[in-house]
C-alpha cells in the first residue's frame, strides 16, 4: 500500500455529532455485532440520533460522581471510540477539511491511568520487547509511543534502522480509517474498539515485600505490635517459655513459623529438598536458642540468663525440638491413616496455637525429645533482632516466589481507578519522514467491577426437568479416579457408612482396589447444584438476612390451552 504526502499538520478532535465537554465519542453496544452497528450509526446521520448517548446517564459511577463507568466485556457490554482526523488549514474552520484516508499512515490511541495524576504525570502501560512492564510515567507528553519511531525522530539512528525484535514503548490500540459523509460534507473518523476486558497480566519482577512487614503482625520482642514508633529503647528480657507453658508472644511466633513457614512439614527441615533452602537461615537462628530447666529460686534479668547459660540442656534447642516433632512417627495408626497422615506433635502444636490466636498461650507438648519436667526458654536481645531481620526476609523472599506468575489487574475495578484515551495520527512528511499528532484526552471514566451489580445484564439459563434426569445413559462429565478414591467414593454409598466416616473417621470397608472412569449426567449435576444452592442460601439467610437481595422468582405466565 502506497501511503500519500501531507504537507498539513493534523488535527484528531471529537465528531461533529458529539454534544458536551468529551473529546471523544464513547458508543456502547449489548451485543457482538458491535462493529456492523456503529459503521450503520456513524453513516445514518448521527447528529440526528438524540438517542445515541443516552446511555452514559445511566452508566456513571454515582449521583455524586458523574464520570462514565464503562461495562465490561463479561457484561456483554462492548464500548466503540471515534474521533476526528483532518487537517490544520488556516482557511478552513477547526475540523476542516477531512484528511484523505490515504494519507493517515497509522492511526491509534492510548489508555492512560491519571487516578493519582494531580500534579503529576499520568501514567502509560509500557511493554519492552513484547513484554507488559506495567504502568509508569509518561515524561515526554507528545512523543511517539513507539519507542523505535521515536528515536528515529529525534535522528538518533539512520531512518532505515531496523527495530529490535519485539514492541518497545507505550501499549497502543489501532484506530481505523471511515470516510463519511454529513450535511454534503466529507469526514474521516477514526474508530476503535476500547479493550477493557480482562487485561490482567504477569509483571516481569515480582513486587518486593515492604520492609518489616512481619514485624507488624507479632508482639514484642519478635514484632513491634504495641510499639508503633519502632522498638521500645530498653530491652526486656522475655522469657517466652516459662515452666512448660508458651507465652502469647512466643505462641504468635512458632504459629507463624509452623503455618505460613510450613515448619510443621518434615520437608521443610531437608537441607537437599528446593523448597526448603528459603529456611535455611531461621533453622539455624532456631538452632541457638537452648531449653533450661526452672532454676532452684525465682530469677530475673542477667541473674536468669545466666542461669539458662550454665544449664541449657545439651544438644536441644528449639530447631532441633520442633524439627524432631514435625517427623515424629506415631505408633498406633488412626482410622483414616490410609487417607490422611497422622498429625506430629508439630501439627498439633499448630492446632493448638491456632485455637489459641491472637493473644492466648499454649502448653508445650512433652513428646521426644522433651522430658515432662517443666522446661523454660528466653529469647535475649541479639536473638531477638536476628528473628526480626530473617522474619523480613523470608517474606521478601516468600512473596517473590509466590507472586512470580501470578497475574496483576491491568485496570483498577471501581471509582479509585480513573483512566482517560488519547489519540494519536501518524503521516509521512513531503520529506519522506514521519510524524505524529496527538489529540486532545478524553475525560476521566471510571470501569466497572466484575460483580458490579448496576453492569450486570441478566444471563438466562434453562433448568433441566426433573424427569431429564432419568433420561439416555449419564454421558456428561467424565471423572478418572485412581482406586484409594474410587474405593471410598463407591463405599459412600449408604447413610451409615456416610454416618461412620463423618462422626468417626471410619473409612468404608472392602471395595476393589481399582480405579474407574465415572461419568454423571449433566441434568442431574444441575438439579443437584440448584436444590444444594437453595439449601444454602436458606441457611445463610438465618443470620446474613439477604434473600431479598440474592434471590427474586417470578411465575411465567402458562398459556391457556383453547
Known amino acids: 500500500m502506497v501511503i500519500a504526502r501531507e504537507s498539513h499538520d493534523v488535527a484528531v478532535l471529537a465528531p461533529w ?10 458508543h456502547r453496544y449489548l451485543d457482538p455485532g458491535f462493529v456492523a452497528q456503529f459503521q450503520a450509526d456513524v453513516s445514518s446521520a448521527p447528529q440526528n440520533n438524540a438517542h445515541l448517548f443516552d446511555w452514559q446517564s445511566e452508566d456513571q459511577v454515582s449521583a455524586t460522581d458523574t464520570r462514565l463507568k464503562l461495562r465490561r466485556p463479561v457484561h456483554r457490554t462492548f464500548h466503540m471510540l471515534a474521533w476526528e482526523a483532518s487537517c490544520k488549514m488556516a482557511t478552513a474552520p477547526a475540523g476542516y477539511a477531512a484528511i484523505a484516508p490515504e494519507k493517515i499512515a497509522s492511526a491509534g490511541f492510548v489508555l492512560r491511568d491519571v487516578s493519582n495524576a494531580t500534579g503529576f504525570s499520568p501514567l502509560g502501560f509500557q511493554i519492552v520487547k513484547g ?14 509511543p513507539d ?8 535522528s538518533l539512528v539512520p531512518r532505515q534502522a531496523t527495530p529490535s525484535p519485539g514492541y518497545t514503548g507505550e501499549e497502543t490500540y489501532p484506530l481505523h480509517p471511515l470516510s463519511v459523509m454529513a450535511g454534503g460534507r466529507p469526514h474521516t473518523l477514526l474508530y476503535g474498539y476500547l479493550p477493557i476486558g480482562g487485561g490482567d497480566y504477569v509483571p516481569q519482577a515480582a513486587p518486593s515485600s515492604p520492609t518489616g512487614a512481619p514485624t507488624e503482625e507479632l508482639p514484642w520482642p519478635f514484632g ?22 508458651i507465652q502469647p508472644a512466643m505462641a504468635a511466633f512458632l504459629r507463624l513459623l509452623l503455618g505460613r513457614y510450613q515448619l510443621a512439614d518434615p520437608t521443610a527441615w531437608d537441607p537437599g529438598n528446593a ?6 537461615q531461621l533453622i ?14 525465682p530469677l530475673s534479668g542477667q541473674a536468669l540468663r545466666t542461669w539458662a547459660a550454665g544449664n541449657a540442656l545439651p544438644g536441644v534447642s528449639l530447631g532441633s525440638v520442633l ?4 517427623e515424629f512417627t506415631p505408633q498406633a495408626a488412626q482410622p483414616l491413616s490410609t487417607f490422611v497422615q497422622s498429625n506430629s506433635p508439630a501439627k498439633t502444636l499448630l492446632s493448638s496455637l491456632n485455637e489459641a490466636y491472637p493473644t492466648g498461650g499454649v502448653a508445650l507438648p512433652t513428646a521426644y525429645p522433651l522430658s515432662d519436667a517443666p522446661l523454660s526458654l528466653l529469647v535475649v536481645e541479639s536473638a531477638a533482632k536476628s528473628l526480626r531481620d530473617a522474619l523480613s526476609q523470608r517474606l521478601a523472599q516468600a512473596t517473590t516466589v509466590s507472586t512470580s506468575a501470578l497475574p496483576a489487574a491491568k485496570l483498577t475495578s471501581g471509582p479509585n481507578g480513573s483512566y482517560v484515551v488519547q489519540p494519536f495520527v501518524r503521516v509521512i512528511r513531503p520529506d519522506g519522514c514521519e510524524k505524529v499528532f496527538w489529540g486532545p484526552q478524553s475525560l476521566p471514566f471510571a470501569v466497572a467491577a466484575m460483580f458490579d451489580t448496576d453492569a450486570a445484564r441478566p444471563a438466562l439459563i434453562e433448568m433441566p426437568d426433573l424427569a431429564d434426569a432419568k433420561k439416555g445413559l449419564a454421558k456428561g462429565a467424565t471423572f478418572s479416579m485412581p482406586p484409594n478414591l474410587a474405593d471410598l467414593a463407591n463405599g459412600m454409598s449408604t447413610s451409615s457408612a456416610i454416618s461412620a466416616f463423618m462422626s468417626k473417621g471410619t473409612p468404608p470397608s472392602g471395595g476393589l482396589g481399582i480405579g474407574y472412569i ?3 449426567s449433566l441434568p442431574a449435576i444441575s438439579i443437584c447444584a440448584m436444590l444444594s444452592l437453595s439449601i444454602i442460601l436458606s441457611l445463610l439467610n438465618i443470620s446474613l438476612g439477604w434473600m431479598a437481595w440474592v434471590k427474586i422468582c417470578l411465575p411465567i405466565p402458562q398459556q391457556k390451552s383453547p
Do not use: E, M
Request: net charge neutral; glycine share 8%.
Open 224 to 245: 513491634l505490635i504495641g510499639h508503633p514508633g519502632g522498638p521500645p529503647t530498653t530491652y526486656v528480657s522475655d522469657q517466652q517459655i516459662v515452666s512448660g507453658q
Open 17 to 26: 455529532y458529539v454534544t458536551g465537554p468529551q473529546a471523544v465519542a464513547i
Open 323 to 326: 524439627q524432631q516433632w514435625a
Open 518 to 520: 465415572c461419568s454423571f
Open 284 to 297: 539455624a537462628l532456631l538452632n541457638t536458642i537452648t531449653f533450661f530447666p526452672d532454676p532452684p529460686t
Open 147 to 154: 519507542a523505535a519511531r521515536h528515536v528515529r525522530s529525534l
Open 275 to 280: 523448597s526448603a533452602q528459603a529456611n535455611l
Open 131 to 144: 513484554k507488559p512492564q506495567g504502568w509508569a510515567p509518561i515524561h515526554c507528553i507528545n512523543a511517539d
